[in-house]
Nanobody, 136 residues
Framework: QVQLVESGGGLVQPGGSLRLSCAAS????????IGWFRQAPGKEREGVLC????????YYADSVKGRFTISRDNAKNTVYLQMNSLKPEDKAVYYC?????????????????????????????WGQGTLVTVSS
């Protein structure tokens, strides 16, 4: 069964850090583009950080530049979202998503993050989400 499972969410004070995990099963993340998305109550989903595995091209939303980074542990088939200097406005349910990103694709990694689509196809695999709350 192909799935992604996020973990690591929780309550953190402003200025604090959290590391979210996105563990894959049923497929190998190495070959997939990975996206982290978030949705706050009453707001639209926002693409936070996306990376294309083939060339390492990465997109960061302006709201998280300089604070969030992505890393992966291929041995664990897991991708991480390191979130530093958290702000109350970072509160949201965070989702990871993955799909193949063909070399011939006309979609940019920014497009992928902003729309959730690659070449007109909705990202195939999504996790269930993990809640991050930033509050004192």
């Amino acid at each position: 069964q192909v799935q992604l499972v996020e973990s690591g969410g929780g309550l953190v004070q402003p200025g604090g850090s959290l590391r979210l995990s996105c563990a894959a099963s049923g497929f190998t993340l190495d070959y997939y583009a990975i996206g982290w998305f978030r949705q706050a109550p009453g707001k639209e989903r926002e693409g936070v950080l996306c990376i294309r595995s083939s060339d390492g091209s990465t997109y960061y939303a302006d709201s998280v530049k300089g604070r969030f980074t992505i890393s992966r542990d291929n041995a664990k088939n897991t991708v991480y979202l390191q979130m530093n200097s958290l702000k109350p406005e970072d509160k949201a349910v965070y989702y990871c998503a993955a799909d193949l990103f063909p070399d011939f694709s006309i979609t940019t990694v920014q497009d992928m993050c902003v729309t959730g689509y690659i070449d007109g196809r909705y990202l195939e695999v999504w996790g269930q989400g993990t809640l991050v709350t930033v509050s004192s």
